[in-house]
């Protein structure tokens, strides 16, 4: 299990108090700051470099939308404030959570469980990134009587069919005896991302993206092939492929 460095960014010392409180009752994460207002939180983020932080929208001077606007790679960030209408505005930001104060223990948990859940996914992907073929590596697949020989990234779709993957390149699509799992683990992780429990896309092949439900995402692959990318995974997509 990840540990989490975390950092709390609110004007309020009683709210800080409180999910001080609060989340001594979650194991693996640590506080290694508090800050008050904007100046203080951007110090002590550049100095503690946390994993993520609990931030407030309304404090004095500047607003945690401003500040997450300065910092040119912004940790993890959970939402905690006394108003609802901004959860809107606080999700295009790439916020992993927003809670309304006083914030229930159950809802705080969950949202640090999707920070752990991303923090692991990024750490197995940095992982993944040193082993495995590369862009330009030849792989040999071979379906039946059938064989070829191409270079990874001709490969636009990889799709589990029972106990066997599908390989979409060009116009063929062989089926292998091979897992999803399998495939993921020898495939170049900066090239192929896991969309969901039964497809890998990669996102050099991808040609349109669109909104779906729940925060969910919807991917054109390779001009024809429509892959749904699930709602948690939506949230790692963005956290990879974004400025």
């Given at each position: 299990m990840h540990n989490i460095n975390a950092m709390i960014i609110d004007d309020e010392k009683l709210a800080r108090e409180e999910l001080v409180f609060l989340l001594k009752d979650i194991p693996g994460i640590s506080i290694v700051g508090e800050a008050q207002h904007v100046r203080e939180a951007k110090e002590m983020i550049h100095d503690h470099k946390p994993d993520l932080i609990f931030l407030d929208i309304n404090m004095p001077v500047q607003s945690g939308f401003e500040l997450?606007?300065?910092?040119?790679?912004?940790?993890?960030?959970?939402?905690?404030?006394?108003?609802?209408?901004?959860?809107?505005?606080?999700?295009?930001?790439?916020?992993?959570?927003?809670?309304?104060?006083?914030?229930?223990?159950?809802?705080?948990?969950?949202?640090?469980?999707?920070?752990?859940?991303?923090?692991?996914?990024?750490?197995?992907?940095?992982?993944?990134?040193?082993?495995?073929?590369?862009?330009?590596?030849?792989?040999?697949?071979?379906?039946?009587?059938?064989?070829?020989?191409?270079?990874?990234?001709?490969?636009?779709?990889?799709?589990?069919?029972?106990?066997?993957?599908?390989?979409?390149?060009?116009?063929?699509?062989?089926?292998?005896?091979?897992?999803?799992q399998q495939l993921e683990d020898k495939l170049p992780a900066d090239l192929f991302f896991r969309a969901n429990r039964k497809q890998l896309i990669n996102i050099q092949h991808i040609t349109r993206i669109d909104s779906y439900y729940k925060g969910g995402m919807v991917t054109e692959v390779n001009g024809k092939h429509n892959v749904e990318i699930s709602q948690r995974q939506s949230v790692l997509f963005k956290e990879l492929m974004s400025l």
């Open positions: 997450l606007e300065e910092l040119v790679q912004p940790p993890q960030v959970i939402f905690v404030t006394a108003y609802d209408q901004y959860a809107v505005q606080a999700f295009e930001t790439d916020a992993l959570a927003y809670l309304v104060k006083p914030v229930v223990p159950e809802k705080l948990r969950k949202a640090v469980d999707k920070v752990r859940q991303v923090m692991e996914a990024v750490a197995h992907t940095a992982t993944r990134k040193q082993k495995g073929f590369h862009a330009d590596s030849r792989v040999f697949i071979k379906d039946g009587e059938r064989c070829y020989m191409i270079p990874v990234h001709e490969i636009v779709l990889v799709e589990a069919v029972n106990n066997y993957c599908k390989v979409f390149f060009r116009n063929q699509s062989p089926l292998l005896h091979r897992s999803l």
